[in-house]
């Protein structure tokens, strides 16, 4: 069975502050796929991120930057200088090789930025 | 990517009724699936709409209760039947851009439904 955990289930930080969201992940695949989503309040989910298990380099986009490290299982998300715009629930998703049908997502991380 | 477009994007149903949500892809897609998100949970996958056959449902959701269409690969229907308060969820649809090749997996904006 596959697992992910979000621990942090609220995160306030003021404005231009960083912040970390966790995302620590099983799975007995060898061969599988971590994605993060962001769901503002109008509900839709905006994909941030895929990346494949075999590709261990931390990636950067602008203000968001992934730190995935396969010996811990975590996937985890920083934004740095947090925005207003930021606010939004954040949710984690594993997806083995064995395809869509088998995603599961994080219970989510509910960030807010205060002004 | 894929643009994809979910109609309602809200409504308020009385119970005992049923809501047909639609799905268009601006892409033919091989994959579509519907989730169900509850009010502050996470997704749970419904089921898969395959193209010229019967949806693919997940364990704890019946045909009866959701069915599906998938006419051709850049539309699909969920249908929530006799609705209960219980079905007050966001309902999305979602597509995988490469077959069964684990791609990206883009989402609708989602179909908030509130059962009275």
């Known amino acids: 069975a596959q697992k992910v955990t979000q621990a942090q289930t609220e995160i306030s930080v003021v404005e231009k502050e960083d912040v970390t969201l966790d995302c620590v992940y099983e799975?007995?695949?060898?061969?599988?796929?971590l994605f993060w989503y962001k769901q503002p309040p109008s509900g839709e989910l905006v994909f941030l991120i895929r990346?494949?298990?075999?590709?261990?380099q931390n990636e950067i986009s602008g203000r968001y930057s992934w730190n995935f490290q396969k010996s811990t299982s975590s996937f985890n998300f920083t934004i740095t200088a947090s925005q207003v715009v930021d606010s939004a629930v954040y949710f984690c998703?594993?997806?083995?090789?064995?395809?869509?049908?088998?995603?599961?997502f994080g219970t989510g991380t509910k960030l807010q930025v205060i002004p | 990517s894929a643009v994809i477009s979910q109609k309602p994007s809200r409504d308020i149903c009385q119970r005992g009724t049923s809501l047909t949500i639609q799905c268009q892809v601006d892409?033919?897609?091989?994959?579509m699936f519907w989730y169900r998100q509850q009010p502050g949970q996470s997704l749970t996958l419904i089921a898969t709409?395959?193209?010229?056959?019967?949806?693919?449902?997940e364990s704890g959701f019946v045909i009866d209760k959701f069915p599906i269409s998938r006419p051709n690969l850049t539309f699909s229907t969920l249908t929530v039947s006799n609705m209960s308060p219980e079905d007050s969820s966001i309902y999305l649809c979602?597509?995988?851009?490469?077959?069964?090749?684990?791609?990206?997996?883009?989402f609708g904006e989602g179909s908030r439904l509130t059962v009275l």
């Open positions: 799975t007995r695949d060898t061969t599988y796929y």
């Open positions: 979602s597509v995988g851009d490469r077959g069964r090749d684990t791609g990206e997996l883009f």
């Open positions: 892409s033919q897609v091989t994959m």
């Open positions: 998703a594993l997806v083995p090789s064995g395809g869509y049908q088998k995603v599961t």
């Open positions: 709409a395959n193209q010229g056959s019967e949806a693919t449902y």
């Open positions: 990346r494949n298990s075999f590709d261990e």
